[in-house]
């Protein structure tokens, strides 16, 4: 019984000393970061920001490679079927949690068939913006001007479960609004058709309604998170306007396929951690209308779990996906 005990040791002390080998080792080649979504949205901003920081901490070359389609389903399975071997990441929004609910072609489980690193970074929530031919000037205007024409306001979305799509079927909800959706391969077309007034409302990102609120193109009416962002200082959050309790804002986070050892990961973290907390990271986050979080590995994937959970309480109340 000792003696097998001693072996047992002795097995376990050698792969202990080979998984600190490996972690020490790592990375000895360049790594991909895969973003489900087409490039020059949010994720591909906040990556360049934050790459040449990583770049210098690991010491390899870090490379992004755009691989959209289906509204992240796409790029994210195929990243589920590769080795966890720290060199190939995924790096996306919370769509990674809030699609699969509402698309039963969904391969993945967004917690099981994963490594959960960090929560890199969050916004202030999406702005809600309309057209200036939109007779509101606040929510509450909207939310009567759709009251009383049903069915004749529409708002665009770059899919079910993102961003732009679960705000929008939220406010529905609560406000009792029959408000039609049309949806868009990507936020860059979306963005086009609402300044060309062939769509009404937009759920977007600060950064990209900000450039197009100053130049007059469009109005914002209100921010979906918690706090104001003081680019657009003005625009009070939904929760002020009456809908109480509204706090739905975009996050984006790191992940490895499923199995990756603790010691990479906890190296790709600290390296994450120290570049989302450099005064210049921390500048170009702010005109993004971004703050850093640089969640812990446990704490990221307790986290990813919840908001789980409340996606698919989301997509059950909508009646608009498998029931999970």
């Known amino acids: 019984m000792a003696l097998i005990s001693r072996r047992l040791c002795i097995l376990a002390l050698a792969a202990m000393s080979c998984g600190l080998a490996q972690a020490q080792a790592f990375p000895n080649k360049p790594i991909k970061v895969v973003v489900p979504s087409p490039a020059g ?8 920001a934050i790459l040449p920081k ?7 070359p870090i490379v992004i490679e755009n691989r959209g389609g289906a509204g992240g389903l ?3 399975a195929y990243v589920a079927k590769l080795p966890a071997d720290g060199y190939t990441w995924l790096f996306t929004t919370a769509s990674h949690v809030n699609i699969p609910p509402f698309n039963e072609n969904a391969s993945y489980d967004p917690v099981r068939d994963f490594t959960h690193v960090t929560l890199a970074a969050q916004n202030f929530g999406q702005a809600l913006v309309v057209h200036q ?15 009383k024409n049903p069915g004749k306001l529409t708002y665009a979305n770059a899919g079910n479960g993102t961003a732009s799509h679960i705000p929008a079927e939220v406010m529905k909800s609560m406000t009792g609004t029959d408000i039609l959706s049309v949806p868009y391969k990507g936020i860059g077309e979306a963005t086009t058709d609402l300044i060309a007034g062939r769509v009404d409302i937009f759920f977007v990102g600060t950064q990209i309604a900000l450039q197009h609120v100053q130049s007059g193109k469009l109005r914002a ?11 657009l200082p003005d625009v009070p959050t939904m929760d002020e306007q009456g809908l109480k309790g509204f706090n739905k804002v975009n996050w984006f986070g790191l992940w490895l396929p499923a199995g990756a050892p603790p010691e990479i990961v906890q190296k790709i973290h600290t390296a994450v951690a120290a570049a989302v907390n450099e005064p210049d990271v921390k500048q170009q986050f702010e005109t993004l209308g971004l703050e850093g979080v640089a969640m812990r590995p446990a704490e990221f ?3 990813v779990a919840s908001e789980q959970k409340a996606a698919l309480e989301i997509a059950r109340n909508l009646n ?4 999970k």
């Open 320 to 323: 608009a996906g498998p029931k």
């Open 133 to 147: 031919d939109i007779p509101a000037k606040n929510l509450q205007e909207l939310i009567a001007y759709a009251r």
């Open 74 to 76: 796409v790029g994210t």
């Open 54 to 60: 990583l770049t210098a901490s690991l010491g390899q």
């Open 301 to 303: 994937a307790s986290f």
């Open 41 to 48: 949205g949010p994720p591909d901003l906040i990556l360049r």
């Open 221 to 231: 009416l209100a921010l979906t998170g918690a706090r104001r962002w003081k680019g």
